[in-house]
């Protein structure tokens, strides 16, 4: 009754979030084996992931002149976090991307080559000791920023620096320095100059002053995003389709961010024996040596689809 009482609360939840035709067979299927086939990861498969990371990392640390080394290796990592396999599924409109259809989840055919048929992608984040990488949907870079320390854009504490220093660029120069950066690393900046952008420099306020001052940081805007959560708490909000940061005092780029990765042209991080890493058996442990620590997305019993 339990288990019941849990399909039937997940159909629910994707007919809501997802808008698709998923039955409580369909729900029943996925949970009972899908689900703990795709739900878990393996070291084999942490590694094949980490090493397409680090391949599409070193490319645009390379067009985009970043000062990390080249090309990015595994012991350049500080910090890194790989999502379970389910959370790198490509989705068509309402099911997975596969020759099945909406029949991915039709008992009726036999698993294994459903299984198969699933399309897993590297994805997660990494840090080097000044530069963090963002894989989001297909494994695709989603951002790329300096930081100064874990987690912390460069400048990000110390804006201070920055007052009264003078900008080697205006506007107009700031625009021309991200289509460049863009055009480098495949976005399709034809397709988004079309979209209405915007340039504007952060404005900052001193603790204990009493006027703001403009920074040499400049944000180059492309488009807009709305999004919404949802009926349950009518949230809304927007962002750009891609946001480009620029240090005016070098002209170095600080960050990249495309939030919309249909506009990039870069492949897909495809994991084509995903499969069979994942129920390769993991090395004794007395066999291993310590690996940098890496964070997984905790398996649920409300397991959700990939967004």
């Known amino acids: 009754m339990k288990r019941l009482i849990m399909l039937i609360i997940g159909w629910m939840w994707l007919q809501r979030v997802w808008g698709g035709p998923y039955t409580v067979a369909e729900m029943k299927e996925m949970y009972e084996h899908v689900v703990p086939v795709i739900n878990h990861d393996s070291l084999a498969y942490r590694a094949a992931a980490i090493e397409r990371m680090l391949q599409e990392a070193s490319y645009f640390a390379d067009q985009l002149k970043l000062p990390t ?9 500080r910090h890194r976090y790989i999502s379970l396999p389910w959370y790198g599924i490509i989705l068509g409109s309402n099911y997975p991307d596969t020759i099945f259809g909406s029949n991915i ?10 299984l198969r048929a699933l399309k897993l992608t590297a994805r997660g984040t990494f840090e080097t000791t000044n530069c963090y990488f963002s894989f989001y949907d297909g494994g695709k870079i989603r951002e790329v920023k300096r930081i100064d320390e874990h987690s912390v854009e460069r400048y ?38 079309k979209q209405k952008w915007t340039v504007n420099q952060l404005r900052y306020l001193a603790l204990g002053a009493t006027n703001p001052v403009t920074l040499p940081l400049y944000y180059v805007r492309f488009g807009t995003i709305h999004y919404t959560n949802g009926p349950a708490n009518h949230r809304e909000f927007d962002e750009p389709i891609v946001e480009v940061e620029i240090l005016g005092t070098t002209k170095e780029l600080q960050d990249l961010t495309i939030n919309d990765l249909s ?10 024996n995903a499969l069979d890493l994942l129920r390769t058996p993991d090395p004794p442990t007395k066999h291993l040596e310590r690996p940098p620590p890496v964070q997984t997305t905790p398996a649920t019993t409300g397991v959700q689809h990939p967004k």
Do not use: C, M
């Open 156 to 193: 990000a504490r110390r804006l201070d620096e920055l007052i009264g220093k003078p900008s080697l660029i205006n506007e107009a120069q700031a625009h021309e320095l991200a289509t460049q950066w863009l055009a480098a690393i495949d976005v399709d900046v034809a397709r988004l100059d």
């Open 263 to 272: 506009f990039s042209r870069r492949p897909l991080l495809l994991i084509t």
């Open 69 to 77: 080394p080249h090309p990015i290796k595994l012991s350049d990592i």
């Open 105 to 114: 989840y039709n008992s009726k055919i036999p698993l294994e080559p459903r």
